[in-house]
């Protein structure tokens, strides 16, 4: 018994070693190859350049592209965390008949396989008689990022207590005042949190957006078409990398964010205790 | 301390009634509260008296009655407008302010003037001896200290009356006997009215100048701790507020002011009439409270004995409680001897004497049943 923990405990710093290189060293060669002096991505390195980079600069293409991708993002991000406002303000606070059911559809999203939303979506809009835009690939995103934004709500709404409310209207304040002096700022870093959860998904967000843009790519769209081209593989990559680091940069926030806010309400637990 | 106060009440509650669906958990409260009266609202969870709180708070409306607060009718009044200020069970720290934040909560809407805002938190928290912790935040705060910011919160918007709903239940017993202490000292130095919600008996008897005692949405006696500790109107009451003997009898006849009742074992006992007059020849229930009854030791002899047998017995540090069988008695009697004798080495089987004052037996009333509307 003790021998076989020995090995285990051998074996696992090893395991955990090969998974995390599996899992990371693809994404690190991105990053690395956007610097290499070469249009191939093929080592030996042939030379340190930051030519990819002001390429894309003069990439007009590229950065219509990337203009869409952020007028989506924020459109997503607020309109999802709008309606997971909404929601998760009624599922934490109220007790109604079907509040698990809508809770759980709400939620489904995340589950769906994304390519059978896509179609489906696609088939509605078309059979509606609508364009297709970037306001379609809002809307598709919109329903996607909003189990996302939910689930980030629902926690920072569940750690709000009731009485936070009652004791502002008890020491004088108005409803309205209220809600600008206490529920905002206590449920500000769910709401911050979900805001950009919801705008990095919706930047790296392809198969919606792919299915729903039309003529007007994003970003990930306007990538999937460069790479039949070669020559455009190294610019492809430079982008990659500023979106990978804008990406890691958006949810370190979030997450951080999120745990500040946590930590205030730990000692709540305490004083119930 | 009068039943009736004879001048205008600060709080005037009148036949409420509140209906949850087919609950009712006010069921026809009537109660006046005196300005400057430290008042608890003392009963079991669910029997009504926190929808009461928050009634007079405004977090609740009652379906029907009136509630007058400093002789104005509270009814429709918002929480925001009303005299009244509370100490929330959680407390209900702003989380995203710190301790002078907190208190100054209040203020802010009564635009007071930076100098003369920072004079009044300073004083509202040196009151509650936190004057040094003013830039500490909720979290930072141990459950004592956040009962106080609380209370200063509350006390600084110099409210009528305070209301407190079961504040020192989340403190651990040492605490809570401390805080009691001060919450009786800062009551009387700044004179508000308090009103106090509360499950624990002893935390109502020591804290207040009068008790309500409530049982499913009903109002079972008001009175002072002493007189509801000591001559408790009905079972429940006398059940709630610390142990009870029951006993039942049968009055057999009426002097004056005074009731004859005929025992099992107690013999024939003469007791004040209580509240709603009991009938000659009806059965009775009669109380007396464990330490009324007392152990007599080696040939003591007292005017009214009784002999039985330890069936039971805990022992309490100070204290042991003794329950002891009677011959011709359904249940075993309890009794709380103190220690000093040696009531902790009596063992269980043992023969004793018991001696009782007949003057201790109070009568007590049936309670109505729960109601529940249809």
Same mark, same amino acid.
């Given at each position: 018994m003790t021998s076989g923990n020995l090995r285990k405990s051998r074996l696992l710093p090893g395991y955990v070693g090969l998974y995390f290189l599996f899992l990371y060293l693809p994404i690190l060669l991105l990053p690395v190859f956007s610097f290499?002096?070469?249009? =191939? =991505? =093929?080592?030996p390195l042939a030379g340190f350049t930051t030519r990819w980079y002001v390429s894309l600069w003069a990439n007009r293409e590229m950065l219509t592209a990337a203009v869409n991708s952020l007028v989506v993002g924020l459109c997503v991000s607020v309109l999802s965390t709008l309606l997971g406002i909404c929601a998760a303000r009624a599922i934490t606070r109220y007790r109604f008949r079907g509040r698990r059911a809508a809770n759980g559809l709400i939620m489904a999203p995340l589950f769906l396989p994304e390519i059978i939303v896509a179609v489906s979506l696609l088939m509605v809009v078309l059979a509606a008689g609508m364009e297709l835009s970037l306001a379609t690939v809002i809307l598709g995103q919109t329903v996607f990022c909003l189990p996302y934004c939910m689930s980030v709500l629902t926690a920072g709404f569940e750690g709000f207590d009731r009485s936070l409310e009652e004791a502002s209207l008890d020491l004088g304040e108005t409803a309205f005042g209220t809600f600008r002096r206490v529920t905002l700022p206590v449920v500000a870093p769910a709401i911050l949190s979900s805001l950009l959860v919801a705008f990095t998904i919706s930047l790296d967000e392809f198969i919606l957006a792919f299915f729903l843009s039309g003529t007007e790519p994003t970003l990930p769209v306007y990538i999937w078409g460069q790479l039949r081209f070669a020559a455009k593989l190294p610019g492809v990559l430079a982008l990659g990398t500023i979106m990978l680091v804008l990406s890691i940069l958006l949810l370190t926030i979030a997450e951080t964010v999120r745990r500040r806010a946590e930590r205030r309400y730990a000692t709540r637990g305490h004083a119930h205790a | 301390m009068p039943e009736t106060p004879m001048i205008a009440p600060m709080i005037a509650i009148d036949r409420v009634n509140k209906f949850y669906g087919i609950y009712?958990? *006010? &069921? +026809?409260v009537s109660l006046d509260i005196v300005a400057g009266e430290f008042f608890s609202l003392l009963?079991?969870?669910?029997?009504g008296k926190t929808t009461l709180l928050r009634s007079i708070a405004g977090f609740d409306s009652p379906s029907s009655g009136d509630i007058r607060i400093d002789g104005q009718s %509270?009814?429709?009044? /918002?929480p925001n407008l009303r005299p009244t200020n509370m100490v929330f069970q959680s407390y209900a720290?702003?989380?995203? *302010?710190n301790v002078e934040e907190n208190v100054a909560y209040g203020l802010k809407r009564l635009k007071l003037g930076a100098d003369e805002e920072r004079r009044r938190v300073g004083a509202a928290l040196d009151q509650v001896r936190?004057?040094? $912790?003013?830039?500490?935040?909720?979290?930072? $705060?141990?459950g004592g200290q956040r009962q106080r910011v609380a209370l200063a919160r509350a006390l600084v918007l110099r409210p009528k009356v305070l209301l407190l709903d079961e /504040? $020192? &239940?989340?403190?651990d017993k040492k605490l809570r006997e401390e805080m009691q202490v001060e919450l009786r000292s800062l009551q009387k130095a700044v004179g508000i009215t308090f009103v106090l919600v509360t499950h624990d008996q002893y935390e109502a008897l020591a804290l207040s100048d009068r008790i309500a005692v409530m049982f499913g949405g009903r109002i079972a006696q008001v009175a002072t701790p002493k007189e509801i500790y000591?001559?408790?109107?009905t079972k429940l009451v006398a059940d709630f507020l610390g142990g009870m003997n029951f006993l039942s009898g049968r009055t057999i006849g009426q002097t004056g002011a005074g009731l004859t009742v005929e025992t099992e074992k107690f013999g024939t006992l003469t007791l004040a009439m209580p509240e709603e007059r009991i009938e000659v020849g009806a059965r009775a229930t009669l109380g007396i409270r464990p330490e009324r009854l007392r152990l007599l030791w080696d040939d003591e002899r007292a005017p009214h004995e009784l002999t039985g047998k330890v069936v039971d017995r805990a022992y309490f540090g100070e204290t042991t409680h003794l329950s002891v069988g009677v011959e011709g008695l359904e249940k075993p009697l309890s009794m709380i001897e103190t220690?000093?004798?040696? %009531? +902790? +080495? $009596?063992?269980?089987g043992a023969d004793i004497r018991l001696a009782y004052d007949p003057d201790a037996f109070v009568l007590l009333a049936d309670d109505p049943p729960v109601e529940r509307v249809q």
């Open positions: 290499n002096n070469a249009a =191939t =991505t =093929t080592f | 009712k958990a *006010l &069921s +026809d009963g079991p969870s669910g029997c %509270a009814i429709g009044v /918002p720290i702003f989380p995203h *302010l936190l004057g040094h $912790l003013g830039k500490r935040r909720g979290h930072e $705060l141990s /504040p $020192l &239940s989340a403190l000591q001559r408790p109107r220690n000093t004798y040696g %009531a +902790d +080495d $009596l063992p269980v």
